[in-house]
């Protein structure tokens, strides 16, 4: 695994039929503006999706959700206020009877920018649901490349004052001890090497994603559309 080097993202869904057209609709032109002011210090908080790309041929929308915050930093002997944006790239797809986003930024604040844009495309938050992956189906994701599997997480588990099991290590395939733990509870997360693309991927029940050594948020979201969609509950 390359420390350092990491993509990671979350996938949603939204909950009403809505199509990929009407989506560019809606968040075409969006722009909000907030006027701050603290003491002496005034600034213009802007709000607004950037950089709309649709891509008939997939049924995709790319885009960017631009941000704007204030942080407060030590100057002087005093507080002060300072605006901080943050871009996060997103993206719509439909795939089969569904309709996904996929934000690439951390599960935090993809779950942030999620809202925004549910409020933005369906004037309320909700629109935008988590993703749900059942246990079931990242066995199979591991069973599918067990011998580059290197952690794995179970959740809801039936031993008295035990909350969590976790595994680690190369060998994980070699041990028993990962069927007995699917016997107590449910996978949560696992960390595998994808063989055919070479990437090093976490994934979790609630549809985190992340790429351990890639950089390319653009080749990010193209696996996430090729390999990860389908192993969402419908």
């Given at each position: 695994m390359v420390i350092g080097v990491v993509v990671a993202g979350k996938v949603f869904r939204l909950s009403e039929p809505l199509s990929?057209?009407?989506?560019?609709s809606e968040l075409e032109g969006y722009r909000v503006e907030e006027a701050y002011e603290e003491?002496?210090?005034?600034?213009?908080?802007?709000?607004e999706v950037v950089g709309l790309l649709p891509k008939p041929k997939e049924n995709?929308?790319?885009g960017v959700y631009s941000h704007d915050y204030v942080i407060h930093v030590f100057h002087r002997g005093k507080m002060a206020p300072l605006p901080r944006t943050i871009e996060a790239v997103f993206s719509f797809a439909s795939h089969e009877d569904n309709t996904f986003l996929t934000i690439v930024e951390k599960k935090r604040l993809a779950n942030f920018i999620a809202n925004k844009l549910s409020e933005i495309i369906f004037e309320k938050v909700g629109g935008i649901v988590e993703a749900r992956i059942p246990p079931e189906t990242l066995r199979e994701f591991h069973l599918k490349n067990p011998e580059d599997t290197k952690i794995t997480f179970f959740d809801n588990v039936d031993i008295p004052n035990v909350n969590k099991l976790s595994l680690y290590g190369p060998d994980l395939i070699n041990t028993s001890l990962f069927e007995d733990y699917c016997k107590h509870g449910d996978l949560w997360y696992?960390?595998?090497r994808a063989r055919e693309h070479g990437y090093?991927?976490?994934i979790t029940r609630d549809a985190s994603v992340?790429?351990?050594?890639l950089t390319d948020k653009e080749k990010y979201l193209e696996y996430v559309a090729r390999e990860v969609y389908k192993l969402i509950m419908k």
């Amino acid at each position: 695994m390359v420390i350092g080097v990491v993509v990671a993202g979350k996938v949603f869904r939204l909950s009403e039929p809505l199509s990929i057209a009407e989506i560019a609709s809606e968040l075409e032109g969006y722009r909000v503006e907030e006027a701050y002011e603290e003491g002496d210090y005034k600034f213009t908080l802007v709000s607004e999706v950037v950089g709309l790309l649709p891509k008939p041929k997939e049924n995709m929308l790319r885009g960017v959700y631009s941000h704007d915050y204030v942080i407060h930093v030590f100057h002087r002997g005093k507080m002060a206020p300072l605006p901080r944006t943050i871009e996060a790239v997103f993206s719509f797809a439909s795939h089969e009877d569904n309709t996904f986003l996929t934000i690439v930024e951390k599960k935090r604040l993809a779950n942030f920018i999620a809202n925004k844009l549910s409020e933005i495309i369906f004037e309320k938050v909700g629109g935008i649901v988590e993703a749900r992956i059942p246990p079931e189906t990242l066995r199979e994701f591991h069973l599918k490349n067990p011998e580059d599997t290197k952690i794995t997480f179970f959740d809801n588990v039936d031993i008295p004052n035990v909350n969590k099991l976790s595994l680690y290590g190369p060998d994980l395939i070699n041990t028993s001890l990962f069927e007995d733990y699917c016997k107590h509870g449910d996978l949560w997360y696992v960390v595998a090497r994808a063989r055919e693309h070479g990437y090093v991927v976490g994934i979790t029940r609630d549809a985190s994603v992340t790429i351990f050594n890639l950089t390319d948020k653009e080749k990010y979201l193209e696996y996430v559309a090729r390999e990860v969609y389908k192993l969402i509950m419908k």
